[in-house]
């Protein structure tokens, strides 16, 4: 990783603590009930939703799915890709793990969807064979062009360095964190990583609670 990327990467840590110390301050000034549980297991609440932009992808099946229309459940956006070396079949292994431990009424209401960073190898078929490796029900998706992912990433404040796909084995810097997206489909929160597989299952019934 460059200077640049480590740089943008600290940058992006400094602002998630910040973030996380003042949204702590506004959920207690509501009265919405002591948060430190649900941010001592990585949950961040917004105090205030924000939209997706409207971001034509095309999922694992290769339908075409607009960002701006995801609803009806709580969705976990991780944005990863499918030659990734470690981050991403860690997480991926470690949310098939969380979901496995949730009750069923918890499991109902999630679902785990893959945002490749990588849309020059990362085709629909390719989205599914991999996610078939931890999950067959985790959703992936992919765009025609980086910008287009940009656009998305940089809404939910989980940017990631686009790679130079001329270079073999290319590799792409991206976070862990996750972004989350409520059943209203605009974006909630983030969960922060590293995952912390006792605690999200402790707290994340109490984030779907959440209207």
């Keep these: 990783m460059t200077r640049t990327q480590k740089t943008v990467f600290i940058l992006a840590a400094v602002i998630a603590v910040i973030l996380g110390l003042t ?15 649900l941010i001592d297991a990585g949950i961040i609440l917004l105090p205030q939703s924000r939209n ?23 969705s976990l956006l991780f944005f ?23 009750p069923p009424e ?10 490749s960073v990588d849309p ?10 991999y996610l078939g490796y931890f999950d067959p029900q985790f959703k992936g998706l ?13 809404a939910v404040s989980i940017p990631f360095i686009p790679a130079d796909t001329s270079k073999p084995n290319y590799t792409v810097d991206h976070s ?3 972004a989350v997206i409520g059943p209203d489909g605009t974006q909630r929160g983030f969960i922060r990583a590293p ?16 209207k």
């Design 23 to 37: 949204i702590n301050k506004v959920l207690s000034s509501k009265g919405q009930g002591d948060p430190t549980a």
């Design 52 to 74: 997706l932009p409207d971001v034509k992808m095309t999922d694992q099946d290769g339908q075409p799915v607009a960002m701006d229309g995801l609803k009806d459940k709580w």
């Design 80 to 102: 990863g890709y499918t030659f990734c070396p470690d981050i991403c079949p860690t997480t991926l292994a470690q949310l098939r793990q969380i979901k496995s431990e949730l």
């Design 106 to 115: 918890a499991v109902d209401k999630l679902q785990i969807v893959l945002v």
């Design 120 to 129: 020059n190898r990362d085709t629909p078929k390719q989205l599914k064979q």
């Design 142 to 154: 992919t765009a025609a062009s980086v910008e287009d992912l940009q656009k998305l990433a940089n």
């Design 176 to 178: 862990g964190n996750l």
């Design 195 to 210: 995952l912390n597989n006792q605690k999200l299952v402790a707290q994340l019934p109490e984030m779907l609670k959440h």
